[in-house]
């Protein structure tokens, strides 16, 4: 990837941190954005101790005019986006339906909708004058399935996948890839925050918490380094024929790969 610029969302823990610095590693410019200043710094530290080229910018992901200051200002800086990775999302709540407050339920649609399609409306005409560009979009298996106690995130995942296939489809001719992508069950961001919360056992929270114990106990857990070494692979060019696809860090993507060409 070395002369290409990435944008990461979400860039500043967890699974975006390591996808940022598995793109630095792979030569590629990489601009990382999230609302906490010190979270996005130490990932740009820790790419540069690294050898890397990083770019740290604080930026709420609902909100469209720092959106796109951070995309203009990744574009000064380094030049334009080619490829944009959406990873900034957030769990929601935890509770039957009946029991979520409204806002509560539909800020994680703010988060996890409108902050993707923010991000990849800021990038999309430098992409389409280009002829080129790729957008990777975090997604989860609570999108593709159903996942009970925690509606909002997986109807909000769900419409992450939808919005890939579209987006797919208006870019095909103008030669943008367009994929959405599941890093897995790893134990760091979303996963973490459920498994340290202090909640009873017979409690919603608990519940979910319960379920990533039995799945982390039969060996579905995953380094978050496979979230990263996956999105090198959709970055660079070989995958472009899956456009559209929601691919998963259980697929044997060169196989996936090799089928589609």
């Not at 030569?27 to 540069?48: C, K, M, P, W």
């Not at 604080?58 to 800086?77: I, P, S």
């Not at 929601?92 to 703010?110: H, M």
């Not at 909640?199 to 379920?211: I, N």
Request: charged letters at 20%.
């Amino acid at each position: 990837m070395t002369g290409q610029v990435a944008l990461v969302t979400g860039g500043g823990r967890g699974v975006g941190r390591t996808i940022a610095r598995s793109l630095a590693a792979a030569g590629a410019a990489v601009a990382v954005t999230a609302r906490s200043t010190d979270q996005v710094a130490n990932t740009a530290a820790l790419i540069e101790a690294a050898g890397g080229c990083a770019l740290a910018l604080t930026a709420d992901v609902t909100d469209r005019r720092a959106v796109e200051r951070a995309v203009a200002d990744v574009e000064l800086q380094f030049g334009p986006v080619d490829l944009l990775v959406n990873n900034a999302g957030v769990c929601g709540p935890i509770r039957p339906v009946w029991e979520v407050d409204p806002d509560e339920w539909w800020q994680t649609f703010d988060v996890n909708l409108r902050g993707l399609f923010l991000a990849s409306r800021a990038v999309l005409p430098g992409m389409v004058a280009r002829q080129r560009g790729r957008i990777v979009n975090v997604a989860s298996n609570a999108g593709a399935h159903r996942w009970p106690l925690v509606s909002a995130y997986a109807i909000s995942k769900a419409a992450v996948i939808k919005f890939t296939e579209n987006l797919a489809k208006e870019t095909k001719r103008q030669g943008v890839t367009v994929f959405a992508m599941h890093p897995g069950i790893v134990e760091v961001g979303l996963a973490e925050a459920v498994l340290a919360a202090d909640a009873p056992s017979d409690s919603a929270t608990g519940r979910v918490a319960a379920w990533f114990r039995q799945q982390i106990a039969e060996g579905r857990a995953v380094p978050p380094e496979r979230a990263g070494q996956l999105v090198v692979t959709l970055a660079s060019g070989r995958a472009d024929t899956l456009s559209g696809e929601y691919i998963t860090v259980y697929d044997d993507a060169n196989a996936l790969i090799e089928r589609a060409a």
